[in-house]
Structure formats: structure tokens, C-alpha cells
């Protein structure tokens, strides 16, 4: 590259312990002049404390409606490598894993067709490619296709899943967290591809109530690990925290939720039945507890960022499903489709599943997808008696 | 074009995840026991079969260079046979079956910047969106702040010295891309100005019924200026949620004189103890100060500070704010409370005080 650009204010952000994204732009920007000019403008945004990226524009690759955001700077003639900077999202791989050898030819594909950055990973769980001009899209589309990648979702459409580790790795996953995130993925390839959809709809699969990929709080469906049997205890191993110096009644019995444990001193008691499977015990000694034999997941639906009405939490749709092979998969499918066919008949411009829900009602959603109003469902039943009551004629 | 056309291969989907796992992991998947924190950042799971997996996780920026991510293939390499993987929280994880190995890739990450931590009571990085990096709608930069505060944070990082897990996350905007919304600590970038309206583009760049529904106020209205087909908003509704923008280029909010950020503490996503909540506004505004945001720093290490002088053992923020009550956070973390602290929107009523549960004052 010719002339250095001049980053003072970013210069800054290279210095201290925490590795710095300043330096991964500059080290890009040695070799590649798109990067060089996301250099320029971001110290320009720093100087001018606001950003220099317009509108996105409908960019992408032939016969998909999403994967691609279109990105251009505002000030085209002061960085023209920057123009044009499109986002390409990856699918990434369940569970984020790799290996050396594929990450390399992600990398010698990223070098050939973009500006060398990238994001592991973004927000929803792509790999995201970050910067290329529309006519790359299409080369990197198909030498990405040649590996065995494609593109995730955008839009109003089936954004990409995703899911913590599960089984390969926790010995908390209530059920295959990864198997379900690629066959999900599978299932629904034309919907993540196509938008076709009211607004997006996010899955995201966590083995366990600790839901490590905040499953409770974004996704329209949030597939969340659970048991139903009695927690498996090693008395032995409580014993052993305990010497070891944990208080096991100020730090665990105290902090049950359910309040069903009781230690003496020398055995740990639970009351199974009024367990609400929280994980804080089975956090605080992995040696001593472990979820319950008989896993599966409970199914819970409409978690949402603010916009439009609000930020929401997703609520229990189904207490408890086995998903133990395809089989129960289909099972699962044919219910999100039910809802999925009646959000994309009734619902708003713009409107997630969960706002939908707010606005019909969940009694009345949960009937029209034929399921039975369970007490799991709430919280706590309505306090207010403006009841419209359906006498049956 | 034909002979491309025919080439194409689409809709295959993500490669399947097996064709990565280390073998340990093929031969134990599903059959872990447990697990064990053997120091900050590392740890071993063991399996019904007595197979051990170490793991080492090391900080990242989440912003990588190819030059980067070729530099932990090489590390990958070395020490984890190729195996690698990177976290929810964009942490990146090498996977090993031989413990001798890992004092040495603690050391040579170390040397390419990257420390080592984040498991257990600890900060395990912020999760964060695009900012001024990548993205149109940013009300401030994302990984500038991140960098500042984890900088300031790092001993929380490679240490497990906090009451319990401390998550940090970052939304440039109210879109929120990620689960900001639910953290020990949220950061959040805020507009506070009108939409500044391009009468000119407006007809030609959106559609206005679809603008005016967009807003969550009714606050956008359908006018003629000059001729022109176009829209106004009623100020006194305006909340400055940006869905205009969202639906129309015309609607521009970026401001680089009020734009900012505020800081939310007390959710939560994982079910332990407590359920599931939201974080509630600590700090209404702060002000866009590049390239360090001191004040965001601040704000951030003083409310960290005295949430680990207080807490008991496993007390999340909220769960901590809970037992002490939101008088005594406001007391303790010596924040101004104001009016913004109010909710008035949609469920306002259900975040008033409709108790005498109050602590000494």
C-alpha cells in the first residue's frame, strides 16, 4: 500500500491488555485497500463522533433474498475503496467449531474476494465476512458453496440458528443441541434463504436452563434443555465440596428457588418434586449433581429486542418434549409450521411472533394452533375480570 | 452463463458440525460426567469413560483479521491437533487431550496478544454489535468502548475473584442486535434528537403509510410541504426508537452532538436461582467521548466495583439489587436518579413501587 493513513484517535485503542480490533484493521490494511479505507473512515467517525455508513441496499446472490447487507459509506469520494461494503453472513458450523485446515480456506477465500475482516461471529451466530463490492458476491458465493458453506439468513426471513455446545462437550445438555441446530437448518433452508415472512424468526437451541446462548431473551422459538425425573446424586461428592470449604447450606440450600434441599451436615435431601430444574445446585457441584436421566427440552416462544412494542421474554409454549430422534423433530416442525402458516396469514408488517401473540392474545393463539391452555403456560392466571367469555351457542 | 448456472450448488445448509470434532469428542459425545475449572480460562471435562478434554479459552476482540484467524490455525496446529472452536461470547477455545501442552499455548497466545480467561466467576468478554464499524443506524461505536472497558476490566477476566458471572454486552442502537437486554450490564447507544427529515428524498425513497405505521407512538404524520408528499412528527411523541429510520433513509437520527449512550444492570438470561429479567436503566445518558469513553469506563468499573464489594457468593448484579433493594444501588453507586428513571411507556405501571418494603434510607 502507498501512503499511511493517519489515526491518532485510533492509534490509542492499540495500546493496553485487551486485544484490539484497531490492530486487526490495520494488520488487513497492510495488504488490502478496502480495509485501508475502513481504517480511514472509522478515524474519521471518531473525529466527527458519528457514523459514515448509509441506508443498506437490497445486494445479494441469484435466487437468495438474504445473506448479503448492502453497506456504503457516505463519503464515497474520500474513501472509494469503502463505496461499496458489503456484509456476507456464513452459516456457521453448530457449535462453532473448526478446524485449522477449514478456517484456512474460509481465510484464502476472504483474501481473494473481500477486505480481510471478519467477525467470529456475529450477534445471531453467523460467521460474518465483513466488506466486500457487489460484483464479489457471487465468487465468493460459489467458492464458498465448493467447501461446503453457504450463506445465512437476513431479512424477514429464518435467521441462521444456533446453539451453545451441548452434548459435545457439557454433560448438562438435556438433548443434542447441535444434531437439532443442523437438522432445523436443513428443514427450513428456503425459508432462511427467501424472506417471506412478516418479519425475522430466530431459533436458538441451549441444552440446559443456563441457556448459554440467551435463548430466553431473542428468539421467536427457544428450545431450552430440561428433565423430569429426580436430580442424580453423589452424596460422596457433596461431602467432598463441603470439605473442601464450600457452605453448602448458605450457597446452595439457601439459594434454591424451590426450596427442596436440605443438608445436615452430612446429607444432601431433595424434594425432586418441587425442583423447578433452576441448575444453581448442579452449577455450584458438577461433581455431586447432575440433571435427571429422563432429558428433554422445554419449548417456549416470543422473546424479542424492543423495536417495535417493547422488549419481551419468551414464555412457555410446551413444558416438556423428548427429542431424542427425528422422529420427534418432525413432531416439532409440524407445530412451528402451524404457527408459522397462521403468523404469515394474520400477522403485521414488521410484527415478531411475539408482539403477534401480545396482540391476539395467548389463549386465543395457543387455540389456534391447537394446543390446550396449560397452567405452565402462565405465570399466574389473569388478575383482571374483563373476561370475554365464549358461551358455546 | 448456462454452464455457471448449471455449476451452482445452493441451499446445502452449514457444513455438518461433526466433520470438525476432535475425535475425544466424537468418541464421548454425549457421555460427559463432569467438569472442573482448572485455573482461569482453563478446564477439563471428564467423560463416563475417564477421557479427559481440555479446553483453553483466550480473549478476542471479535473483529479478526484473516492474518489472525491463520495465526490460531497455526496455534491449532501445534497444540490442539487443528481442533478449534469459538464461544457464544466470541471467546475463542482450544480443544486438548495432552494437559502437558497447555502452559505452552497459554504462553504462546499470550505472545500474540490474546490473554487468557473468562470462565467461571469472571467476566467472560462483552458481547457487542457493529458500531461505527459496519453499521448505518449506530448511535455510537461498539468495539471502541469494549476495547476501553475491558482494558479497564482485564483482571475480572483472568481471574475468578467476582461473586459470581458478570456479563457485559454492547448495542450500538435500540435495535439491539443480541441480547443486550438481558445483562448483568448493558451498554446501549441512544438518540435523543428529532428525525432530521429529508423532505426532498422522502417521496422518492419510502412509502408513507408503511413510515407512519413504523412508529411505536403514532407520532409520524402525512403532510404536504411544498407540493411534496411527506411527513412531520409530533415532538412531544417521539421517543427516538429509530424504527423510522429502520423503514425510511430519509428519517435520518444520527446526531454527532447528542448521540450517546446509556447503561442498564441487573438481567439476566440463565434460569440459576432466580428466572430470566430484564436490565433496568441505571444511567440515561453518557456522552460519545472517543477514542476511550471515559466516562463509560467509569460508569461501568464504579457500578463492577461495588456490585464485588457487596454481592454474597453467586449474587448476580440483579439478584444483589434485589436483596439491597433500588434505593440503596442508587445510594451505593452514588448515581443521580432522574426522572428517565420512570418508565412511562407500554407497562410503566407495572415497575412503580406498590409496597412500604423500604430500606433505611
Not at chain 1, 174 to 186: A, F
Not at chain 2, 105 to 132: F, K, M
Not at chain 2, 209 to 233: F, M
Not at chain 2, 281 to 300: F, K, Q
Amino acid at each position: 500500500m502507498s501512503e499511511e493513513v493517519k489515526t491518532p484517535k485510533l492509534d490509542d485503542l492499540e495500546k493496553g491488555p485487551w486485544p484490539s480490533f484497531v490492530s486487526e484493521i490495520k494488520t488487513a490494511a497492510k495488504t488490502n485497500k478496502m480495509a485501508k479505507d475502513l481504517l480511514g473512515q472509522l478515524e474519521q467517525s471518531y473525529e466527527d463522533k458519528i457514523g459514515h455508513w448509509k441506508h443498506g441496499g437490497i445486494v445479494g446472490v441469484l435466487g437468495y433474498g438474504g445473506g448479503v447487507i448492502g453497506r456504503y459509506s457516505d463519503l464515497p469520494d474520500k474513501f472509494p475503496n469503502v463505496s461499496h461494503f458489503h456484509t456476507v453472513r456464513v452459516n456457521q458450523p453448530a457449535g462453532w467449531y473448526y478446524t485449522s485446515d477449514i478456517l484456512r480456506k474460509l481465510c484464502d477465500i476472504w483474501e481473494r474476494h473481500g477486505s480481510g475482516l471478519t467477525n467470529m461471529h456475529g450477534s445471531t451466530g453467523d460467521m460474518v465476512l465483513l466488506g466486500t463490492t457487489t460484483d464479489q458476491l457471487e465468487s465468493t458465493f460459489q467458492e464458498l458453496t465448493a467447501i461446503g458453506f453457504d450463506l445465512g439468513g437476513s431479512g424477514s426471513a429464518v435467521r441462521t440458528p444456533s446453539c451453545c455446545c451441548g452434548q459435545s462437550r457439557c454433560e448438562w445438555a438435556c438433548y443434542d443441541t447441535m444434531k437439532l441446530t443442523y437438522d432445523i437448518t436443513q428443514h427450513y433452508q428456503d425459508e432462511l434463504h427467501r424472506p417471506a415472512f412478516p418479519y425475522k424468526w430466530k431459533f436458538k437451541m441451549s441444552g440446559c436452563p443456563n441457556d448459554c446462548v440467551a435463548s430466553i431473551a431473542r428468539a421467536d422459538i427457544s428450545i431450552i434443555g430440561t428433565w423430569r425425573d429426580d436430580i442424580q446424586l453423589v452424596q460422596d461428592e457433596v461431602r467432598n465440596y463441603s470439605k473442601a470449604g464450600l457452605d453448602i447450606n448458605r450457597d446452595v440450600v439457601n439459594n434454591c428457588p424451590g426450596k427442596c434441599m436440605d443438608w445436615d451436615g452430612n446429607n444432601l435431601a431433595i424434594e425432586n418434586e418441587y425442583c423447578v430444574k433452576c441448575m444453581h445446585c448442579i452449577n455450584a457441584m458438577p461433581k455431586a449433581l447432575s440433571p435427571g436421566k429422563d432429558r428433554g427440552a422445554a419449548i417456549l416462544i416470543g422473546s424479542k429486542a424492543p423495536i417495535m412494542q417493547g422488549a419481551q421474554l419468551s414464555s412457555v409454549l410446551i413444558p416438556f418434549v423428548k427429542l431424542d430422534d427425528e422422529e420427534s423433530y418432525k413432531d416439532l416442525y409440524e407445530v412451528f409450521d402451524a404457527i408459522i402458516d397462521l403468523w404469515c396469514e394474520e400477522g403485521k408488517s414488521r410484527e415478531r411472533i411475539g408482539e403477534f401473540i401480545r396482540r391476539v392474545g395467548l389463549a386465543n393463539f395457543v387455540e389456534a394452533i391447537g394446543l390446550e391452555p396449560t397452567p405452565e403456560m402462565v405465570g399466574a392466571p389473569r388478575d383482571n375480570p374483563y373476561i370475554f367469555y365464549q358461551i358455546e351457542k | 452463463m448456462s454452464e455457471t448456472v448449471k455449476k451452482r450448488i445452493t441451499d446445502i445448509g452449514p457444513p455438518h458440525y461433526e466433520k470438525f470434532l476432535p475425535p475425544v469428542i466424537k468418541a464421548n459425545y454425549g457421555k460427559w460426567k463432569y467438569h472442573e475449572i482448572l485455573q482461569p480460562g482453563v478446564m477439563v471435562h471428564v467423560s463416563e469413560t475417564n477421557a479427559k478434554l481440555f479446553t483453553v479459552r483466550a480473549a478476542s476482540p471479535r473483529l479478526l483479521s484473516i492474518d489472525k484467524i491463520r495465526k490460531f490455525a497455526d496455534i491449532a496446529d501445534k497444540f490442539s491437533d487443528g481442533f478449534l472452536r469459538f464461544t457464544s461470547r466470541n471467546n475463542v477455545e482450544f480443544l486438548m487431550t495432552d494437559e502437558t501442552k497447555i502452559p505452552p499455548l497459554i504462553e504462546d497466545l499470550r505472545s500474540i496478544g490474546h490473554p487468557v480467561g473468562g470462565i467461571g466467576p469472571a467476566i467472560s468478554n462483552i458481547v457487542h454489535t457493529q458500531g461505527w464499524v459496519h453499521c448505518h443506524s449506530a448511535a455510537t461505536d461498539a468495539s471502541g468502548v469494549v476495547k476501553a472497558i475491558m482494558d479497564e476490566l482485564i483482571d475480572d477476566f483472568t481471574s475468578m475473584s467476582l461473586p459470581g458471572k458478570l456479563r457485559i454486552a454492547f448495542a450500538c442502537c435500540l435495535n439491539m442486535c443480541g441480547a443486550v437486554h438481558c445483562s448483568d450490564i448493558a451498554l446501549l447507544g441512544v438518540h435523543r434528537k428529532l428525525p432530521e427529515i429529508n423532505h426532498d428524498m422522502l417521496p422518492k425513497t419510502c412509502e408513507i403509510p408503511t413510515l407512519s405505521a413504523s412508529c411505536p407512538t403514532a407520532a409520524i404524520r402525512p403532510v404536504t410541504i411544498d407540493g411534496k408528499q411527506t411527513v412531520e412528527v409530533l415532538e412531544e411523541k417521539c421517543m427516538f426508537c429509530a424504527n423510522c429510520f429502520t423503514v425510511c433513509p430519509s428519517m435520518k437520527l444520527n446526531n454527532s452532538e447528542f448521540d450517546g449512550l446509556s447503561i442498564w444492570v441487573g438481567g439476566k438470561v440463565s434460569n440459576a436461582r432466580t428466572e430470566p429479567r430484564f436490565s433496568k436503566l441505571a444511567i440515561p445518558y453518557l456522552p460519545n467521548n472517543p477514542p476511550r469513553w471515559p466516562e463509560a469506563v467509569e460508569a461501568v468499573k464504579n457500578i463492577v466495583d461495588v456490585w464485588k464489594k457487596n454481592a454474597r457468593n453467586f449474587e448476580r448484579m440483579g439478584e444483589w439489587i434485589d436483596r439491597i433493594g433500588w434505593p440503596k444501588f442508587f445510594k451505593l453507586t452514588d448515581i443521580p436518579f432522574q426522572k428517565e428513571h420512570i418508565d412511562d411507556f407500554k407497562h410503566a405501571g407495572l415497575t412503580y413501587k406498590t409496597s412500604t418494603h423500604l430500606t433505611q434510607s
